[in-house]
């Protein structure tokens, strides 16, 4: 799915700003015909989460209605027009003038609808309706019931109940988007690159909808423009594909420090008119795992960075592009160098900045927190693999994307794991053969799904959830641990999370649970661990800043307390501790 853009060609319209909105706890509002346009509604933001924005919805995850209305531009006559949905959680159905567009499950990703044959000059309404309730045959699960399968079991609860340790916020959190096409447009795009010693190669697939009247002939011309060159090359289409490759001699290639871009410019032709066109940064790097070293362009590669929350006070969810600018300065000034998307794929204008500023990520599915009872075990088992499917297919031509985790922290047990997660992981590879795949546990040695990793990632918190206060006995279980690991499968690890939660503005001497001094000192003392394994490839601290959480008597103001910066973004002693050892790394 290509990311709408404007040119000669295309043109684009946000919907973003004040919508009608109203929560519909009853869900009444499909039989009263709210679907056709509904009155008595208050303005709500989008895109931001409807939680913080109104007192009575900050727990409420049930149905809600949104509504818009927009005229079309005059100069759109004769193109497709489309209206996409960067993300809305968790379920959304879609109607236009009245007439039901369709429906997509799962938040944070991508989903869109043809209007053409819909869409009027002046007045059009567009109503959405939303459904955010957690259940256990959704991904994420919520409101499980039964066997204890999540850390607030042992803690009384958290409300409201979800099996992941972050708040379910709700609502349209990223851009709602009007776009037109030409009748034959480029419908996709998929750019592999390689290196055959200083050369680089760029592999590119186009594909293009349908032509007008028929299979008319068709060609595409890929050219490539940056760091004093400029290569074109013209194939024509066989069906609706035409596929070239591109040689680079002496080609910059893409890495942190130095995230070289080139711009790959796509058109259409026929009988030398260009009928479409679309632009694409490319990044030329290869990444491949070879015995326990991570290799990035043919060179060991360490990560250094976090896992991460997309929150913030009042938009929730929601995108807020000062926040994405911010995060990035504080991950250059900390010294990180790559991040992974936990627990679910951030947004498309998140990882642009990745591209540009040269971050690593590990980018992952909304599936945390799985478990594998029988009861809707094939319903979350078909949501996973749509996950794996629409995550490769937005975010596949990203050179800072690295690595594909296709869930995390999975409560794997025999028999159905291990089955589970080998479909999971074979798909991505079919989808994907140029990166690693993984997921990450917190089980270890049991871990099901390690068996079909390319590179395993753990999460662990001895000296927290175990050895309380213990951080010495923590980190020599935590050693013994990763020998063991590493003896049974053989590859690669990172540590994608260890931590500990810190109160801002506590302090204690000698360290003691949270406070600032015992955060600062688990984390550099795991690192001391971490860098003494061989085979240990990066080191995630959890978490970069404070989120918010269910309530719970773990999670003093409904937050988690374990980032290293205050979730309004400020340092903790801890932020300081690792700039030092990042910085001289």
Known sequence: ????????????????????????????????????????????AVPASWNDQFEEGRDYL??????????????????????RFGSVNYLAEAWLNGTHLGGHEGGHLPFEFDITALAKLEANCLVVRVDGELAGDRVPPGNVTGEA????????????????????????????????????????????????????????????????????????????RGHGLELAITTDFTGDTAEAVLSVP?????????????????????????????TLPVGIRTVVVDGDRLLLNGHPIYLTGFGRHEDFPVVGRGLLPPVIVKDYALMDWIGANSFRTSHYPYSEQMLDMADRLGFLVIAETPAVGLYFREDGLERRAELCLQYVQELIARDRNHPSVIMWSVANEPH??????????????????????????????????????????????????????????????????????????????????????????????????????????????????????????????????????????SQ????????????????????????HRLREIWRRS
């Not at 005059?74 to 497709?80: A, C, E, H, I, L």
């Open 1 to 44: 799915m290509l990311y709408p853009q404007f040119n000669r060609f295309r043109q684009s319209h946000d919907l973003s700003g004040f919508w009608d909105f109203r929560f519909d706890p009853e869900g009444a509002g499909e039989g009263q015909g709210w679907s056709r346009g509904f009155d008595r509604g208050r303005p709500i």
């Open 412 to 549: 794997s047990k025999p028999p159905h794991a291990a089955p589970f997660f080998r479909r999971l992981l074979d798909e991505a590879r079919a989808l994907d053969g140029t990166r690693p795949v993984t997921l990450a546990s917190f089980l270890g040695e049991a871990e099901e799904g390690f068996e079909f990793c390319d590179v395993l990632c753990l999460n662990r918190y001895n000296g927290w959830y175990t050895e309380p206060g213990d951080i010495a006995r923590g980190t020599a279980l935590l050693s013994a641990e990763l020998d063991a690991i590493h003896r049974r499968f053989g590859k690669p690890l990172i540590l994608t999370e260890f931590g500990a939660d810190a109160i801002s503005g506590m302090h204690a001497q000698p360290p003691e649970m949270w406070s600032e001094e015992y955060q600062a000192e688990l984390i550099g003392r795991y690192i001391d661990v971490l860098r003494s394994k061989p085979y240990v490839v990066g080191e995630h601290v959890w978490n970069m800043c404070d989120f918010k959480t």
């Open 250 to 278: 002496g080609a910059a290639l893409w890495s942190p420090g130095a995230p070289h871009l080139y711009e790959l410019a796509v058109e259409i032709l026929r009988h030398g008119t260009v009928l479409d066109a679309y």
């Open 149 to 224: 399968v999540d850390f607030f079991a042992s803690h009384g609860g958290n409300y409201p109940q979800a099996q992941f340790d972050f708040f379910s916020f709700c609502g349209i959190q990223r851009p709602v988007l009007l776009y037109a096409v030409p009748t034959e447009a480029l419908a996709d795009l998929t750019v592999i690159t390689d290196l055959q010693g200083s050369t680089g190669q760029v592999r590119v697939r186009a594909v293009k909808g349908p032509a007008e009247g028929g299979d008319a002939e068709a060609a595409a011309r890929f050219t490539l």
């Open 62 to 83: 049930g149905p809600a209605w949104y509504q818009t209305r927009f005229d079309l531009p005059w100069n759109w006559d004769g193109k497709r027009l489309i209206v």
């Open 552 to 575: 719970g008597v773990g999670r003093a103001g409904a937050l988690n307390h374990k980032g290293v910066f205050t979730r309004d973004r400020r340092p903790k002693l801890a932020a």
